[in-house]
């Protein structure tokens, strides 16, 4: 049993690291765009649990990530939004990276999750991108790059999940 626990495990290491089938290259994107969008989330989340007091902005008169992120709609929840944001990003990472190149024909229900989660996030995200310019008639460029993460995270799971979907049907 040890042997083969092992093997599994240098398969998917093999796999992870070197292996280059489209559905791997969608994972890495998942992977990249997630932290993309944790850099920013986290800038964010500094800012709104008083760790950091001011958040820099693009020298354009529009832009005031400060009171965006300090808008009742960032609190709404009970907890700040980026603090959610960052840890939903941060869960797409180990969701992307579990199982082999082959998890769509092995596996199609992950990818099927992942999209699902991903395309709810990509709402969310436009719900929030939507406030900025009509609510708090400012932008914020961290939220606007957040935004723009998770929705290139869902168009990614999509494919993936496309891939999945034939699978799992058996189409």
Same mark, same amino acid.
């Given at each position: 049993?040890?042997?083969?626990?092992?093997?599994?495990? +240098?398969?998917?290491?093999?796999?992870?690291?070197? =292996?280059?089938?489209?559905n791997?290259?969608?994972?890495?994107?998942?992977?990249?765009? /997630?932290?993309? =969008?944790? !850099?920013?989330?986290?800038?964010?989340?500094?800012? +709104?649990? =008083?760790?950091?007091?001011?958040? *820099?902005? *693009?020298?354009?008169?529009?832009? $005031?990530? $400060?009171?965006?992120?300090?808008? $009742?709609?960032?609190?709404?929840?009970?907890?700040? $939004?980026?603090?959610? /944001?960052?840890a939903s990003?941060?869960?797409n990472? *180990?969701?992307?990276?579990?199982?082999?190149?082959d998890?769509?024909?092995?596996? *199609?229900? #992950?990818?099927?999750?992942?999209?699902?989660?991903? /395309?709810?996030?990509? #709402?969310?995200?436009?719900?929030?991108f939507? +406030?900025?310019?009509?609510?708090?008639?400012?932008?914020? !460029?961290?939220?606007?790059?957040?935004?723009?993460?998770? #929705?290139?995270i869902?168009?990614?799971?999509?494919?993936?999940?496309?891939?999945?979907?034939?699978?799992? /049907? =058996?189409?």
């Amino acid at each position: 049993m040890k042997t083969l626990i092992k093997k599994d495990t +240098q398969d998917l290491r093999r796999e992870l690291q070197k =292996g280059d089938n489209e559905n791997l290259k969608l994972r890495r994107g998942i992977i990249a765009l /997630s932290l993309l =969008g944790m !850099g920013a989330m986290t800038a964010v989340s500094l800012f +709104q649990t =008083g760790i950091v007091k001011h958040l *820099p902005d *693009p020298p354009l008169p529009d832009f $005031d990530s $400060d009171k965006v992120n300090s808008s $009742d709609t960032a609190y709404a929840l009970g907890v700040p $939004d980026g603090t959610i /944001s960052l840890a939903s990003l941060a869960a797409n990472i *180990p969701l992307a990276a579990f199982g082999g190149a082959d998890r769509t024909e092995k596996m *199609p229900l #992950v990818p099927l999750a992942a999209a699902a989660k991903a /395309s709810v996030e990509a #709402v969310v995200a436009g719900w929030y991108f939507y +406030q900025m310019p009509t609510k708090e008639k400012k932008w914020c !460029g961290y939220c606007i790059l957040g935004a723009a993460a998770n #929705v290139g995270i869902a168009a990614l799971t999509l494919m993936e999940a496309k891939n999945a979907w034939k699978s799992f /049907s =058996g189409k």
